[in-house]
């Protein structure tokens, strides 16, 4: 067993779930990845709290019948949207098609098993639970076991996605973290994004990381500035130059009159 077995007659405390955070609509929501279910499908009251506007979105369904637990379910029409899945290094986004229920009673998306087998959705159930999308190296987590939360949130910062995406593409983060913690880190990393160089802001283009470096001209040299002042072997000059190129493309070096630093 990969944990210990509840006492007899306490199974049902557990309370296990393949329900996940995800962002739709720039807004934090839940979602059931629902391997039982055979369509993707989400409640009319719930899908409000995403899109008012849900009436003039919907594409018309017809003739199929619908069931759950032997009561028959009520199709208003099949609404498309993206659905973002968080994830420290690099979200994925995927596009689906919720048909939306006049009397279904489940507070949360559902993800039904057609997409998870388009886009290759697997569910761990190893130690540390765990399910993965397609061929992406990325682990999510279920943190709705720990925490509810029964109501759509703005909290989606269009921006912090793109940092995550651009910036911290090659970042390593250590799996001991857990996803709050790994929130938590991304969300300070961000907080301070300006300390990172990019295209458009590179390093030397930051106040307050200037260094003031003293070169002394006059004899005696020290040892070090004996040596020639160019590598002469090819391969040396050429990572040189290469060296010097990326550092002045991040706007290190800088100029001041006749003098460089």
Not at 30 to 38: D, E
Not at 178 to 183: N, R, S, V
Request: net charge positive.
């Amino acid at each position: 067993m990969q944990k210990a077995k509840p006492a007899r007659g306490k199974d049902y405390k557990a309370r296990l779930s393949c329900i996940t955070n995800i962002v739709i609509k720039n807004k934090e929501a839940k979602i059931h990845l629902h391997s039982g279910a055979f369509c993707t499908c989400v409640e009319k009251d719930y899908l409000g709290m995403i899109y008012t506007n849900w009436k003039e979105r919907l594409m018309p369904i017809e003739g199929i019948k619908f069931s759950s637990s032997s009561q028959d379910m009520h199709p208003l029409g099949i609404l498309e949207a993206e659905i973002i899945f968080p994830h420290s290094e690099g979200s994925i986004r995927l596009k689906v098609e919720f048909v939306l229920m006049n009397n279904c009673t489940s507070q949360h998306l559902i993800l039904g098993n057609h997409y998870l087998n388009i886009y290759g959705i697997d569910i761990n159930n190893l130690k540390d639970r765990y399910f993965t999308i397609g061929e992406k190296r990325q682990k999510f987590s279920f943190p709705l076991e720990k925490r509810e939360i029964n109501v759509i949130k703005q909290v989606y910062n269009v921006n912090k996605e793109i940092f995550v995406s651009d910036q911290l593409i090659e970042a390593q983060i250590s799996p001991e973290l857990t996803f709050e913690m790994k929130e938590e880190l991304i969300e300070i990393l961000f907080q301070y994004r300006e300390a990172f160089a990019s295209d458009n802001a590179p390093l030397g283009a930051i106040k307050g990381h200037e260094v003031d470096i003293m070169l002394n001209l006059e004899r005696i040299y020290p040892p070090l500035l004996k040596r020639p002042a160019y590598p002469a072997r090819p391969r040396a000059r050429e990572a040189l130059e290469t060296h010097i190129d990326e550092l002045m493309k991040l706007g290190v070096p800088r100029t001041f009159g006749t003098m460089k630093k």
